[in-house]
């Protein structure tokens, strides 16, 4: 069993960053790939980024790229986020998958609880 706990979630303005972070427990994080995804107020949950076991390859949606960026290191996976908008305001969740390919339209084995993220105008 996977845990993760997501930080770093706020408010901030429009124009501004946030760093997201999420631990894990398992000492085996590197078996997994791992990936951000986002629910905003009456939507459903959509995918954010995707990171690979190694860290060498990932994937964005379209409504991010080029403003967010996904790492990893260790047990930790990591969402720079740059450039933010109001339509970012979400609860942002971190997800670690068996598989890397396919986890936008698939989603996680495991789940974080969540952090909230409020960008106002």
């Known amino acids: 069993q996977v845990q993760l706990v997501e930080s770093g979630g706020g408010l901030v303005q429009a124009g501004g960053s946030l760093r997201l972070s999420c631990a894990a427990s398992?000492?085996?994080?590197?078996?997994?790939?791992m990936g951000w995804f986002r629910q905003a107020p009456g939507k459903e949950r959509e995918f954010v980024a995707a990171i690979n076991r190694s860290g060498t390859s990932t994937y964005y949606a379209d409504s991010v790229k080029g403003r967010f960026t996904i790492s990893r290191d260790k047990n930790t996976v990591s969402l720079q986020m740059n450039s933010l908008k109001p339509e970012d305001t979400a609860v942002y969740y971190c997800?670690?998958?068996?598989?890397?390919?396919?986890?936008?339209?698939?989603?996680?084995?495991?789940w974080g609880q969540g952090t909230q993220v409020t960008v106002s105008s």
């Open positions: 997800a670690a998958a068996v598989s890397y390919y396919g986890m936008n339209r698939r989603g996680g084995d495991y």
């Open positions: 398992e000492p085996t994080f590197s078996n997994y790939a």
